[in-house]
């Protein structure tokens, strides 16, 4: 069993900057792609943000420049930096990953979710 816990989320102001954080433990022997994706209420859940294996980033156009994604294999962890945050970018945000286990199954695991709200 693979669990995903996400930390960092929080109340910013306009402007500021949060830092998320997301670490894997459980049955894990390798891990793929890594990422954040984020939901805002009303809305479909959205990808930010992935990071391949090799520590190939790629991002929503919406948080191009402001956001950067990176990644410890060593620690299987994932973080987000974001910067200039802006009142649009708050959501819940989850840690995703597709993570290979012990037995060579590949599977696509998520996090709980971490509310990040950008208001003055």
């Known amino acids: 069993q693979v669990r995903l816990v996400e930390s960092g989320g929080g109340l910013v102001q306009p402007g500021g900057s949060l830092r998320l954080s997301c670490a894997a433990s459980?049955?894990?022997?390798?891990?793929?792609?890594m990422g954040w994706y984020r939901q805002a209420p009303g809305k479909q859940r959205e990808l930010v943000a992935v990071?391949?294996?090799?520590?190939?980033?790629n991002y929503a156009d919406s948080v191009k420049g402001r956001f950067t994604i990176s990644r410890d294999n060593a620690k299987n962890t994932v973080c987000l930096q974001m910067n200039s945050l802006k009142p649009e970018d708050t959501a819940v945000y989850y840690c995703?990953?597709?993570?290979?286990?012990?037995?060579?199954?590949?599977?696509?695991?998520w996090g709980q979710g971490t509310q990040v709200t950008v208001s003055s």
């Open positions: 995703n990953a597709e993570v290979v286990d012990f037995f060579g199954r590949r599977m696509n695991s």
């Open positions: 459980g049955s894990v022997f390798s891990i793929n792609d």
């Open positions: 990071i391949t294996s090799g520590g190939s980033p």
